[in-house]
Structures are given as structure tokens and as C-alpha cells.
């Protein structure tokens, strides 16, 4: 397990704040010269970490200002965050002007989510508000299937949501059920977003993965959103190429006998559905030649997209088709076809996904034929992303030393 992180300075704050949480007694008896002053030409600063108890008059004053300058500050403050609210953990850096006799210049305000208040003291003491800079972190997590896919992420501390993602992207290469016995190498990239202290914020995107059975190699490569397109390498060979009909959704429903929410009798679902928000665009999961769209029956306003080779994908109660969208048009894996609707007999919007072989559903999630996809080869873009990732992991995890 290992991160990849840029530097953004969070890491050097860290003992900065540990140190100012242990000195801040002693801190107000020597406001002159901050304990942890840095003093090489940029502002020297210091920290307080509120504790039980501390209000904001009683850190400024620890800080050692003025009454005058306290009183300033906290009108300042009070235009953009409630002081009643200060709670301990929360730190206040004050940056002191390197030359002159201590003069301050800021104050940096922790609040909640990662934002600051920064408060300014110049002629006029001013105050806004900094929301937090959200950094993009790719992250890495390498180890071996070890009882399910959704047990194995969690122990290495990957976002188990992906536990959905595999089986739907690997369907028809890999029975997770069947193929995998455990012990499995498996690894993976996501990007995250994190708040400057540390906060975890936003989607986790997929990026790559790799997963390794005893006679071969699986890679995914996914595009930068997520949502347009993941291309699939079996032994290094593309073999798919495809996309998710709708992301950030949820699996509400599986293929095969259920008690129908509409007419609570056992019928055959045909497919599978995703609760998502009306509206959401609905995108083509792998390239082919729209041979229907209109409405059809309980299923609402549907596309059908022939990929040739007998298969064909459906997509049901649409709220609405994609402007540009016709019969006979091609598509691509990830071209938007429609917005998720609860057209047709729905209790509620959601996309309900099919796949067809010679007229027949079959569980999208592991039907064996292979959707055809003429647009699989890679191009400039995919061989640099996949060199990217393998150099990440240049040996077969197999043959490396994992934790
Ligand atoms: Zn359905």
C-alpha cells in the first residue's frame, strides 16, 4: 500500500501543530518570539490548537495582541464565521512580519471542511473566507483477493464501491465467484480528492487495474471521468473497450426471478437496474448502431444499440433521448444516448439495462459472448495511460514482494 502524493506542505504542517498544541501555555508568556518561529525572510509564524475552554478572545490574547488589535480582529471574524462555534482542534497560525519588531501581519483560521478565515492586517483589518483547495491524489493499493471482492478492498482500504465496478467491467473475462480462489494478486489505482487538512472529499475515480489469475492477466484502463470509457487488456491484448450506461449510480436491481415492485408477482427480470437521479445521462457501454429507439411497452422510452455478432444492449425508461440521436446512427462506448426517467412501469427513475444475445436477456453482469467492439484498439492516449500505470507496478505482482 503506498500513496502517491504531491507535496502540498500538509505533511510539514503536521509537527507544527503538534508542537504549537504542547507549547501553547508557554506560548503566552513569550508572544514576542513564537517558539516555533521560522525567521528566513518569509513571515515567521505560529500556531494555536483551541482547547476545551479557549474562546477567541483568550487565544488572541495568548498570541499576545492588543486589546485594541483583538477587538478588530474578532469583528473581522465574526462577519464570516460564528466564534461561538470554536471548538477545540481547531488551529490559529499567526504569520508575524520577519524584520520589523513583531508585527502581525495574518491570521489563518481553521473552520470547518478545511476552509480558513484569513484575516488581514494592514492599514484595515480585513477578513474572508479561503475555501479549501481540493488536491487530486492518485492512490495505490496492491494485495491478493482474500475472501470477497468487497472483503479485499476493504482490507487494503480501497473504496469498496469498486467491488460493483470489477464484476460489471470484467464481466464476461472473469467469474468472480467461480475463478477467483483467493490469493489472487490485484491492484489498483483511484484518484481521490482530499481538502488540504486531510479531509476526503468528493468521488473516488477508478484508474487502473490489474488482476492477476494463474493463466492470465487482467488490466483496466479507465478515462480520466470515469465515464466515457474503460478499455480492458487480457495478456496486454485489448479485448474490450466500454463504458458504464450511467455512473455514480447505484445497483438496485440483478438479472433473474424477482417479486416485481409493480405488480408483486415472481416475473423474470430481464436486466439490470441503477437508481439514479432523473436526469442523469445515460451513455452507450460499448459501440455499435442504434436499431430502435421509441417507446416499447412497460419499458418506456428505449434505445436498443445492435453491436453486431447478435448482441444487443437496451436501455429502458428513459425521461428523453439524446438530441442527436437516430436509428441507424453509430455510437461509441461512452457517447450519451438519453437521461435516466421512470418512463414506462418504473417505481421511480432508473435505468434498466439489458443485454441480448440472438433476442435473448442474459445477466449483463456475466454474459459470455463478447460485445463486439470495433473501437477496442488502443490509441496514443490509452498506450500512454497503460505505460503510465504498469510502471507503477513494472513486475508482475505475482513475481514482487507484496505486503
Ligand atoms: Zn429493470
Do not use: C
Not at 235 to 255: D, E, Q, Y
Amino acid at each position: 500500500m503506498a500513496n502517491i502524493r504531491k507535496n502540498t506542505g500538509a505533511t510539514h504542517l503536521l509537527p507544527l501543530l503538534l508542537a504549537a498544541a504542547l507549547t501553547t501555555k508557554a506560548l503566552a508568556s513569550q508572544s514576542e518570539v513564537p517558539a516555533d518561529a521560522e525567521t528566513h525572510g518569509s513571515p515567521a509564524t505560529n500556531t494555536l490548537t483551541v482547547s476545551a475552554g479557549d474562546t477567541l478572545e483568550s487565544l488572541l490574547d495568548q498570541a499576545g495582541l492588543s486589546p485594541e488589535l483583538r477587538r478588530e480582529a474578532t469583528l473581522a471574524i465574526e462577519a464570516h464565521y460564528d466564534v461561538t462555534k470554536l471548538s477545540p482542534g481547531q488551529t490559529l497560525r499567526f504569520y508575524w512580519h520577519p524584520f520589523s519588531s513583531p508585527r502581525l501581519e495574518r491570521i489563518e483560521m481553521t473552520v470547518e471542511g478545511g476552509a480558513k478565515i484569513a484575516i488581514d492586517f494592514s492599514d484595515t483589518v480585513t477578513a474572508r473566507r479561503l475555501e479549501p483547495e481540493l488536491e487530486n491524489y492518485d492512490r495505490t493499493a496492491i494485495g491478493r483477493i482474500d475472501g470477497s471482492l468487497y472483503d479485499t478492498l476493504a482490507k487494503l482500504d480501497a473504496p469498496q464501491r469498486f467491488a460493483v465496478d470489477l464484476p460489471e467491467m470484467l464481466g464476461n473475462l472473469v467469474a468472480f465467484n467461480r475463478d477467483l480462489r483467493g490469493g489472487e494478486p490485484i491492484a489498483l489505482v483511484w484518484r481521490e480528492q482530499q481538502s488540504p487538512d486531510g479531509v476526503r472529499m468528493g468521488d473516488q475515480l477508478l484508474r487502473y487495474v490489474r488482476l492477476e489469475l494463474t493463466d492470465r492477466v487482467l488490466e483496466i484502463v479507465l478515462d480520466a471521468d470515469e465515464a466515457t470509457a474503460a478499455l480492458i487488456y487480457q495478456n496486454g491484448k485489448p479485448v474490450r473497450r466500454l463504458a458504464k450506461p450511467v455512473t455514480g449510480a447505484r445497483l438496485s436491481s440483478v438479472f433473474g426471478k424477482r417479486l416485481h415492485p409493480v405488480f408483486g408477482t415472481m416475473r423474470m427480470h430481464t436486466g439490470v437496474d441503477y437508481a439514479a437521479s432523473r436526469g442523469t445521462p445515460v451513455r452507450a457501454t460499448s459501440s455499435g448502431r442504434i436499431a430502435f429507439m421509441g417507446r416499447l411497452r412497460g419499458y418506456g422510452r428505449v434505445v436498443d444499440i445492435d453491436h453486431g455478432n447478435g448482441t444487443i444492449t437496451r436501455y429502458a425508461h428513459l425521461a428523453g433521448f439524446a438530441a442527436e440521436l437516430a436509428t441507424g446512427r453509430s455510437v461509441i462506448a461512452g457517447s450519451v444516448i438519453g437521461r435516466v426517467g421512470a418512463s414506462g412501469t418504473a417505481t421511480g427513475p432508473n435505468l434498466h439495462y439489458e443485454v441480448r444475445l440472438d433476442g435473448q436477456p442474459v445477466d449483463p453482469l456475466s454474459s459470455s459472448r463478447e460485445i463486439a467492439s470495433k473501437d477496442r484498439q488502443p490509441n496514443d492516449d490509452d498506450r500512454n495511460k497503460l505505460q503510465t500505470y504498469r510502471f507503477l507496478f513494472p513486475t508482475l505482482l505475482a513475481d514482487s514482494e507484496m505486503g
